[in-house]
């Protein structure tokens, strides 16, 4: 593993032909990425543990002057091509776009290097977090680039949580759309918080009111668990009284947050937060989960996480 970096930053990757008919079909998404040497490596997230490509650039053509193109939907863009890679990337302003063309020039003739360290990669990104949380009146800031690079902001204390709890409904629903669509929206949801919080519209005492009976949730799930695993004979009985005892408290804060996002987000956004706490609050879901031995290690992950969370504080703006 490498513990320096020429360039990284967020972008967004298009993989695919830039031909109109295809360029119709193809979504752009914001990867974080980051150029050692003649190595460029990307990741849909700043701390996953392995890389979702990379490119070596002694093997591919770079092409700088696809921001000509009606096609890409971009206007800042550049490309690498092979006969096994097609990948145009897009960055929001000019300047940045100057930066990344002058880096990977520079590096073309460089030989290949490991990827960036995982506590390396988390580092950087925070960083460059920073730098456009301090500008969040600009174009880049808001975009999609921004919201992730906002994102990687979030202290380990939350991410390990949304971590477990994406492992636990990758295993429950044996799907992972399912598990990757709850993260997301977790993430969607968080993000426009920030936003809130940022601009004034929502304060942190506001917050605080609905994480009150969220961490009291989490923190009978810890006891359910000891009770379902460690108990010489667990009472499904009081199990059930429970989880039914955390999907109240789980309601109760997804209608602290709904009131409290109410006028400012739209209703789609709404309704994501309600199926959230509908699907992660689910007593008979919680249940049948802490009752599923195959499950023991990630239900371990997520109570390991929500012990941590719960000793973690926000702090309030008085």
């Known amino acids: 593993m490498s513990d320096t970096v020429d360039k990284d930053g967020f972008l967004y990757k298009r993989s695919g032909s830039t031909k109109k008919s295809a360029a119709n079909q193809k979504k752009w998404n914001a990867y974080y990425f980051n150029l050692i040497q003649g190595s460029l490596y990307y990741y849909k997230n700043p701390e996953d543990p392995e890389p979702k490509g990379k490119i070596i650039l002694g093997e591919?053509?770079?092409t700088k002057d696809e921001s000509s193109s009606e096609n890409s939907g971009k206007k800042f863009t550049f490309g690498f091509k092979s006969d096994k890679v097609d990948l145009l990337l897009a960055v929001e302003e000019e300047e940045d776009w100057k930066e990344w063309i002058s880096s990977i020039e520079a590096n073309m003739s460089k030989?290949?290097?490991?990827?960036?360290?995982?506590?390396?990669?988390?580092?950087?990104?925070?960083?460059?977090a920073f730098k456009m949380k301090k500008n969040l009146g600009t174009k880049?800031?808001?975009?999609?680039?921004?919201?992730?690079?906002?994102?990687a902001q979030a202290p380990e204390e939350?991410?390990?949580?949304?971590?477990?709890?994406?492992?636990?409904?990758?295993?429950d629903s044996k799907s992972a759309k399912k598990a990757n669509e709850v993260e997301e929206n977790i993430y969607k949801l968080?993000?426009?918080a920030f936003f809130l919080l940022d601009g004034q519209l929502i304060t942190i005492d506001d917050l605080l009111l609905a994480d009150k009976?969220?961490?009291?949730a989490l923190e009978l799930l810890a006891k359910c668990h000891d009770h379902a695993k460690f108990s010489r004979q667990p009472n499904p009985k009081l199990l059930m009284e429970k989880f039914e005892e955390v999907e109240k408290k789980f309601h109760e804060g997804?209608?602290?947050?709904?009131?409290?996002?109410?006028?400012?987000?739209?209703?789609?956004?709404?309704?994501?937060?309600?199926?959230l706490v509908d699907y992660i609050g689910n007593s008979e879901r919680l249940f049948k989960i802490f009752q599923d031995s195959s499950l023991d290690e990630d239900l371990q992950e997520?109570?390991?996480a929500s012990e941590h969370y719960t000793q973690f504080h926000f702090y309030s703006d008085k």
């Not at 949580?161 to 295993?171: P, Y």
């Open 60 to 62: 591919v053509k770079f």
């Open 111 to 128: 030989g290949a290097a490991p990827p960036l360290k995982k506590e390396k990669r988390k580092s950087r990104a925070q960083e460059i």
């Open 140 to 151: 880049a800031a808001t975009s999609k680039l921004g919201k992730k690079a906002i994102r």
């Open 158 to 171: 939350i991410t390990g949580l949304i971590r477990g709890l994406k492992h636990i409904v990758e295993r």
């Open 190 to 192: 968080g993000v426009k």
């Open 213 to 216: 009976p969220l961490r009291e």
């Open 254 to 275: 997804g209608s602290i947050l709904g009131k409290l996002f109410e006028p400012h987000l739209k209703p789609s956004n709404l309704k994501i937060l309600q199926d």
């Open 302 to 304: 997520l109570i390991s």
